[in-house]
C-alpha cells in the first residue's frame, strides 16, 4: 500500500477513501487531496456527502521540529476564532482555515513507520486559489486578505508562536549560507579530485555569473530590514511567512478571499516580510516558473490594487517607520527567494522540489528580474507609497 493512502488512513474510516491525488504546487511538503465518504474521530462536524480534506507529509529536512509547527498552528487557530467570535465579519464576507483533523486515535499527527510526519487539515469548501494574479479585483481581495490575517493576528502575543524555521526570511543569513555554498565549492575544486566537469560548467554558465554579480550589487543593502529590527524601528509582530497569490483561497461564486492557506510558516517576523512576499507573488503575473526568465515584470497597478486591499484592513496599526521601509521590503523579498532560489541550485537541490537540475537556476532569474524591474520603477512605486500613507494621515 502507499505511503499516503496507509496515512489517509489513519485520518478517516479505511474502506470510506475515495480517492487520494497529489494536489497544489508546493515546493517543500508533500501535499494530497483525499476525497472520503466520511470523516471518522474527528471533532469539527460536517454535513454528509462526499468529503475532501487536506493530507500532508511534513518536510522535516525544512521544519526539524514539526510538533512545533503544529503548536503554532493550534494557538493560531483558537486566537483567531476568539477573535471573530467577538468581532464577526460584517455579511456575507467569511473567513474559512484550515483546521487539524484528528487520526483515528485522537493525535493530530502521524509518523509512519518510516518516521515521516503526517498530518491532515479540513479543505476550505467552495473556494479555490489562483496561480497568479488574475485582475485588479482579485488583486485587491488578495490584499484584504493579507491585511484582515494581520490585523486577526495583530494582539496574539508574539511569544506565543515557536520559531519553527530559525533564520527565515533574515536576509543576511541567507547571504552567509551563500558564501559557505561558494567556498564549499571552492574547496572541492582545489581538491585533486575537485567536481565533475558538469558542475564546473554549470557554475560558469553566463546565467550563474548573472546571478553572482546580481548578488554582490546588492550585499552591503540586504541587511536593510534586519537592521531596522534591531534599531528598534520595526517590531516583531505574528506574520504568515509565505502569503503568495496561490495561500490566498477566494470564494469559486463570489471572488471575495476568504482565508489563507499553507500556515506552516506563521511564526514571528516582520510584517514587512509578507507584504514583500505577496507583492513580489502577485504583481509578477507571469508567475515564478515562467520560460523566459527575462519577462519577468512587476506591475505596478496591481500593487497598488494589493496595498490598498491590504491597508483597507491593516492599515490602523502599522507606524510611520513600518511605510518608510515599506519600498525596501518590495525590493527584498524577491531578491533574498532568487538568492535562496539560486543558493540551493549550487548546493545541488536539496531544499526546493525541482523538475530538472536547472530549475532553482531559473527560478532565481525571474526573482532577480523582477527585482531589476523593481528598482527601474523605485520613483513610482515610492510615490504610491507616499500617497497611502498621505491619505491615512
Ligand atoms: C516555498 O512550499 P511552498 O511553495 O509553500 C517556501 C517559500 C517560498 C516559496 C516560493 C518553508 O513555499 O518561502 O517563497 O516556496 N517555503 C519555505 O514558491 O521555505
Ligand atoms: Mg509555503
Known amino acids: 500500500m502507499s505511503p499516503f493512502l ?27 487531496l483525499v476525497t472520503v465518504e466520511e470523516l471518522v474521530g474527528n471533532a469539527h462536524p460536517t454535513p454528509p456527502g462526499p468529503k475532501r480534506f487536506i493530507l500532508q507529509r511534513l518536510n522535516t529536512r525544512v521544519f526539524p521540529r514539526p510538533e512545533l509547527v503544529m503548536g503554532n498552528l493550534r494557538a493560531f487557530t483558537e486566537h483567531v476564532e476568539a477573535r471573530l467570535q467577538r468581532e464577526p465579519l460584517p455579511p456575507p464576507r ?5 483546521k487539524v483533523l484528528l487520526t483515528g486515535a485522537g493525535a493530530g499527527h502521524w509518523r509512519d513507520p518510516d518516521g515521516f510526519f503526517w498530518r491532515a487539515l479540513t479543505f476550505v469548501a467552495d473556494a479555490e486559489s489562483h496561480y497568479a494574479v488574475k485582475d485588479l479585483d482579485h488583486a485587491r481581495e ?25 533564520g527565515f526570511h533574515v536576509t543576511p543569513g541567507y547571504l552567509r549560507r551563500y558564501g559557505e555554498v561558494l567556498g564549499t565549492r571552492k574547496g572541492n575544486r582545489e581538491n585533486e579530485a575537485g567536481p565533475p566537469a558538469a558542475i564546473i560548467e554549470q557554475e560558469n554558465s553566463p546565467e ?20 531596522a529590527k534591531a534599531r528598534g524601528e520595526l517590531p516583531l509582530r505574528p506574520i504568515h511567512g509565505d502569503p503568495k497569490v496561490n495561500n490566498v483561497m477566494v470564494d469559486t461564486a463570489t471572488g471575495q478571499a476568504v482565508g489563507l492557506v499553507d500556515l506552516d510558516t506563521v511564526k514571528p517576523g516582520l510584517v514587512h516580510y509578507d507584504l514583500g512576499d505577496c507583492l ?27 496595498l490598498q486591499g491590504y491597508l483597507s484592513q491593516a492599515g490602523g496599526f502599522l507606524t510611520p517607520n513600518d ?29 526546493f ?41
Open 6 to 32: 496507509k496515512a489517509a488512513r489513519q485520518f478517516t474510516s479505511p474502506h470510506r477513501i475515495l480517492e487520494v491525488r497529489e494536489y497544489g504546487q508546493g515546493n517543500v511538503n508533500d501535499t494530497f
Open 94 to 98: 467569511r473567513w474559512d482555515q484550515p
Open 142 to 166: 488578495v490584499g484584504w486578505a493579507l491585511g484582515l490575517f494581520h490585523k486577526l493576528i495583530s494582539d496574539l502575543p508574539p511569544a506565543r508562536l515557536a520559531d519553527t524555521l530559525p
Open 208 to 227: 550563474a555569473a548573472f546571478c553572482r554579480r546580481f548578488i554582490e550589487m546588492r550585499r552591503t543593502w540586504a541587511a536593510v530590514l534586519e537592521d
Open 280 to 306: 513580489r507573488s502577485g504583481c509578477n503575473t507571469l508567475g515564478e516558473e515562467i520560460g523566459n526568465w527575462e519577462q519577468a515584470r512587476f506591475d505596478p497597478e496591481i500593487c497598488r490594487a494589493i
Open 323 to 351: 511605510y518608510d521601509y515599506l519600498f525596501d521590503a518590495v525590493r527584498l523579498l524577491p531578491f533574498e527567494l532568487g538568492l535562496r532560489f539560486f543558493t540551493d541550485y549550487l548546493e545541488g537541490n536539496v531544499y
Open 353 to 393: 522540489k525541482v523538475h530538472y537540475p536547472e530549475h532553482n537556476l531559473f527560478r532565481a532569474l525571474v526573482q532577480f528580474r523582477l527585482t531589476e524591474s523593481i528598482e527601474s520603477q523605485e520613483g513610482a512605486i515610492r510615490a504610491l507609497i507616499r500617497d497611502f500613507h498621505k491619505c491615512k494621515q
